[in-house]
């Protein structure tokens, strides 16, 4: 049986587009005049159809019949192509055009026809046939490693069930060239291969290979600057932060980001630097610069088919400069104290993105906006116009809207589901009644920083004004982070391997130990800090610990009470028994309680700590600390005195502001009291009470430099007397510095201060040290900043000595070193360091490599 095809529309047939009228009209015209207006069609039974073009018949449609179509609902075919049994159509006509357009438009059919199977009276018959497209059932990848498989899947946007279209498979393969040509590779090869899957008996169903030659990754051989007069080549190779020549390491241009970087070709990273580049000009003035030209071309040569060349042209334009800088609109503050907020004299280098920096938001806090803003004006708005441009001279006129005054009016934070609002709220600066201060809302974040218990970049003070009113809320919205730390460390010494389990909760809650529900799993919340160490080699060597910080002590001030205690044995009982002559040991128990507060004057950086700490010694057959004091009792009594100032942005990875702090500590002089004479004196009667003075005083100063690179300058001095001469320095409390300070299993209440690329406590006399001094330079540069781990690398010199008495200090004699080193930082672990550093003198020195979990070396 044979059908007569009103229309079709496939893959191969498609419907042609719209044409233009008059080529139609030719084409209609050319048919008339050659071919019959009329034709007769046999649709099969010898029945014939007379179909007459010019003159179309109308026909009601008796009956649809669908074929084809696998897996779909024919009425839902029906109800798409807008053919309806009862309808009347004309034949030829537009109906029928438009069912196949609807159908096709589905995008699930490789052909469409819609075909007369007979005709009866003015009665037509008709059947869809539909060639269905097949549909993905699986897709893997050739050449491609499990890490990109994973990540492309991510990308592709296609899955199980999806209709395989040449328009998908395209697709597909442009996101695969895209993922491989944005990490650096160039000549990158996508095909497919679709072959039936007939395992679930399902005959529409296909499998999709994509087969992936990446190549090799493209690398830069030279990068060429054309152009450039005045900004050197090698200024705007340092100005690119992520794409440089094979050339640009033996540059040693370390504390640029794009150093610690492969000089592979990725063209999105390249047109970043190219806008870098640009705004580095405008910053000097040069606001007319404009790339001309950039191109890349392959290196030439057999053995270089993975290098390219990299051409940049640059048109500088002339340098402008400022001339006159006026103010309209200000009435608060005078038009002279607003220029010399703004920093910009005539004269200086036109720089439009510090003209905007100092109006509007400088880091440091000295742009006008935020002289108005820290005095409530919320609602202040500065617009900088050019009014004239003279030759290279240009005159600005920074126009003003101040507005009035804003009254914060509520203070939320939203996201705390572990850390109780009050915590929160009892350190932010921002309470409502006040004027509304951006320093203030600055400080807040700073201050919800260092508490250590969300996500850093998770932390956003959100301003919402309301200038109806003339108020505003503010909500400071946080993520809970890690805020427990496991520590766990190991060492070294003395013929000896030593290890360390630790656990810090910092933000406990004590009031909940008893309530079953909050132990989820450890009661947390209310910003207590609970700490729980062991230091162990067995039964001969042992150091247990336990501390407890309530930092709001009463609920109202920041005022911070910790409690202390521990129990410390060191012996050499793995070796002897404790009947042989050579058995030796000490113990030590102590305890101690500081209240440390919050000052407001010179200014809240500030803090004062008092401390009251008492260790209780036995000495049985110990010579390490003193050759005359081996044997017996001594109890130390102190009480130590702290003023502090942090201002650090970070506790991670800081980049300004300092951490500064001395401590006076001291006992009771009971040698002076109790008016005896000393000079005869065994060791037990003069050590019985141990009796000392000490100041300890240390900094820290963070400079960003460039980028993200930081320098870190620290200092550590230290200095113990004693009263009475007839006794003189007590053999507890001295200090031993070399090393990377991980000795502090000698825990018998020495100070132990690191110094890298020297042996740990070798460079310390006999007996320990009554003076000691230590200072370090440290370039830092991040490699990775996150919520999960922070990875940076460093650079340092240091030098520092140690001496028996004041006499001997000498602040110009001194062991230096200097080396390299990387930290990571992980909530869950705390900071970990490997160092390798050099010392320059003594036999101690050389090569050194040192390690530290849970502790920096500072």
Known sequence: MSYYSIIQRSTSNSLVPAMNYRIIFAILLFLCICYPAAAQISIGGGQIIDIDYLTPKQYEIGAIEVEGGTGLDNRMVLLVSGLHVGDRVRVPGDKFAAAIDNLWKQGLFDDVQILVTRIQGDKIFLKIVLQTRPKLSRFRFVGVKKGDADKLREQMNIGVGDVVTDNMLTMSKNRIRSYYIDDGYGNVQVETEVTPDTTGGKEDRVEVAFIVNTGKRLKIENLIFEGNEAISTNTLLRKMKNTHDVHYFWKLYFWTSSFWKSSKYIDVKFQEDLADIISYYNEKGYRDARIVLDTVYPVQGTDKQDRVNVKVRIHEGNRYTFRNITFAGNTIYPSDVLLRQLRIAKGDPYNKTLLETNINYNPAGTDITSMYMDNGYLFFNATPVEMAADGDSIDIEIRIVEGKQARIRNVTVEGNTITNDKVIMRELHTRPGDLFSRDAVIRSRRELVTLGYFKEESIIPEPRPNREDGTVDIVYKVEEGSTSQLQLQGGYGSGMIIGQLGVQLNNFSARNIFNKKAWMPLPAGDGQKLGINLVTNGKYYYAISGSFTEPWLGGRRAQALSVSVYHNLYSNGFFYDKSSANYYSLKITGGGVSLSRRLKWPDDYFILSHAIAYKHYTLNNYSSLSALFTNGVANDLSYSLTIGRSSTDSPIYPRSGSDVSITGSLTPPYSIISGRDFSDATPQEKYRMVEYFKVNARGSWMLNLIGDVVLNARVRLGIMGYYNSDIGDSPFGRYYLGGDGLSTWMLDGREVIPLRGYQNNSLTPS??????????????????????????ALAFAEGGNCWGSIKEFDPFSMYTSAGLGVR???????????????????????????FSIGQSLD
């Open 767 to 792: 007996g320990g040290g009554s003076v000691f001094d230590r200072f370090t330079m440290e370039l830092r540069q991040p490699i990775i900043e996150s919520a999960n781990a922070t990875i940076y």
């Open 824 to 850: 990571l930082y992980m909530p869950m672990f705390g900071l970990i360091g490997i160092d390798w550093g050099y010392g320059f003198q003594g036999s101690t020195g050389g090569s050194q490599f040192h």
